[in-house]
């Protein structure tokens, strides 16, 4: 039975410490190479160093369709057993569940993405284009080991028309209504720093110095007091259409609040350094803001205001120190409807509806590079709350019967996209 295949892979799989850093995928890679190689399919391994492989395969294509990547990343977060009631890397199946880092987070999508490819590939499934599976490192810190590299030094390893990722497939309940939730976009993160000059003296005399922690405290009340002016993007109309909405304000509170970061950038001061001495009044002050944009914006088309909400009579400057994702699939896409009719058929009251996603994933490399209709999806029944609480924290699992239900929506995508 696949349900007991994928189990046992995942359980493997969590066993196989990959906590990033230092990643160490190579060990995982070689271990879904020996399960997907014992079901027939040639695997090639990919590493800029060693011991951080990324591992992809396929199921070549007749050449006529387009092609669809399962893309997964086998690297996890750290794990304090202390805070765990079983062993992080145990991968213990008890009570119908399989617990372990990274059971959410995402190797069990990965043990599902290949089994669906495994059992495919043992039925001597023909696809039109290329069924391809991928297996990548280094998503969870992003130092160019994973699949930006892969793009970049491999790109006809990942090039695909279609991908399936992480970073959606919750089942909501509202007002009697089921929804399945697909993320087709992602907002970009571009987080500043605020840097504050003053001037330094003795802090036993403060009037002969110019307290640059001071001035900072302005500016950080300034920018967390801005309500930037709200637009409804796309996914937004999308999800408000589906739920038979007219205005955010309409919408019950969970939709709210999933759809209220959607609306507008975000600015989240979070990090402040400036005196090293008690006693030394600081001549400058650095306020890093996490900061969230919407698809489409860049950090250059949101500087002016930032700058006007911080005023100009304070000395200050601003650097974006990076800006990573902020990209959108479209979704009238063959993708969508895969989404739609698996939806359909296992639950037929049921809807799909999309949503752009506050955080960001791998999709964006991919959407970047080759223009790729790239969705996080993955149907899962676990209640999201649940899933939330211990996604990157103690006591993550997964449930068998989710774990199933991803293997039929993979298959179901392969054999609806590709035949
Ligand atoms: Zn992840």
Request: charged share 25%.
């Amino acid at each position: 039975m696949l349900k007991d295949e994928v189990t046992q892979l995942l359980s493997r799989l969590i066993q196989v410490d990959t906590t990033n850093p230092p990643g160490n995928e190579t060990a995982a890679a070689e271990l879904l190479r020996d399960y997907l190689q014992a079901n027939g399919l040639e695997c090639e391994l990919y590493a800029r160093t060693p011991e951080r492989a990324n591992l992809v395969t396929r199921i070549k294509g007749t050449g006529d369709g387009p092609s669809l990547l399962f893309l997964g990343h086998t690297d996890v977060v750290l794990a304090d057993p202390a805070e765990w009631s079983v062993p992080p890397f145990s991968g213990e199946v008890r009570d119908g569940e399989v617990w372990g880092r990274g059971a959410l987070d995402m190797k069990g999508m990965v043990a599902s993405h290949a089994v669906a490819i495994a059992s495919l590939a043992r039925e001597g499934f023909t696809p039109k284009g290329d069924l391809i599976f991928a297996a990548t490192a280094d998503e969870e810190v992003g130092d160019g080991f994973g699949l930006e590299w892969l793009c970049e030094a491999h790109p006809d390893a990942v090039r695909c028309d279609f991908a399936i990722n992480e970073g959606g497939g919750d089942r909501l309940e509202l007002g009697g209504n089921v929804y399945w939730v697909c993320s087709t976009a992602e907002k970009m993160s571009a987080p500043f720093r605020i840097r504050v000059k003053g001037r330094s003296g003795h802090a036993s005399m403060p009037g002969i110095a110019d307290n640059a922690l001071v001035k900072a405290a302005t500016l950080i009340d300034r920018i967390s007091a801005y309500e930037p002016p709200r637009e409804i993007q796309q996914e937004v109309a999308a999800f408000l259409r589906a739920l038979d909405a007219g205005s955010v304000e309409e919408l019950p509170d969970v939709a709210r609040e999933m759809v209220e970061p959607l609306l507008a950038p975000t600015f989240s001061p979070t990090m402040i350094s400036a005196s090293q001495k008690r006693n030394v009044i600081p001549a400058l002050c650095e306020v890093t803001v996490d900061c969230r944009l919407l698809p489409g914006t860049t950090p250059a088309d949101v500087e002016p205001t930032i700058r006007q909400v911080l005023g100009n009579e304070l000395e200050y400057e601003i650097e974006f120190t990076e800006a990573q994702g902020g990209t959108r699939s479209a979704l009238d896409t063959e993708l969508w409807r895969a989404v739609e009719s698996f939806v359909a058929e296992t639950e037929p009251t049921s809807k799909a509806v999309p949503i752009c996603t506050a955080g960001f994933t791998d999709s964006h490399w991919l959407r970047e590079a080759f223009g790729t209709v790239a969705y996080g999806f993955f149907p899962a029944r676990m209640p999201s709350e649940l899933m939330a609480a211990v996604i990157h924290s103690a006591d993550e699992r997964v449930p068998i019967d989710d774990l199933e239900l991803g293997v039929t929506w993979l298959r179901h995508a392969a054999r609806t996209l590709l035949s």
